[in-house]
């Protein structure tokens, strides 16, 4: 399961990040760095950047990587996504472990739950 699906069933104890860390973790992260860690040759064109696309061969660069939003196209082969996206396609990773691999990449941990204390109820007596 995957984007807003992934989002809307998540249960409330679930371990995994919510949206907004998942937005703050793209923010912090660079995509044209984490495509060069992944090999990517990118070169400045524009306001943005070109590569030849990692999904298939070629010999024109035909990816576009818009830093400022965060995403990029494959005009030859029609991938398109965003930090996520490239991890699990080109690394073959699950949701969950994209996630993870962004997180190193951003230099952070799981955010961790605010440990919930356990109260006891007091024993009341009914009233007559």
């Known amino acids: 399961m ?50 030849l696309c990692p999904f298939h061969a070629e010999t024109t660069p035909s990816l576009s990587i818009d830093p400022k939003k965060g995403l990029y196209k494959c005009f030859g082969c029609g991938k398109a996504g965003d930090h996520l996206t490239f991890l699990q396609e080109h690394a ?13 990449h951003a230099g952070t941990s799981p955010a961790q739950a605010e440990p919930v204390p356990i109260t006891k109820k007091k024993n009341r007596s009914p009233t007559t």
């Open 92 to 104: 073959k990773l699950s949701f969950a472990e994209a996630v993870a691999e962004l997180r190193r």
């Open 2 to 51: 995957t984007g807003r699906r992934y989002f809307e069933n998540r249960g409330a104890h679930d371990p995994n990040p919510d949206r907004q860390e998942v937005d703050d973790l793209k923010a912090r992260v660079d995509l044209v760095a984490l495509l060069q860690k992944h090999g990517v040759t990118v070169q400045k064109q524009g306001r943005g950047f070109k590569a």
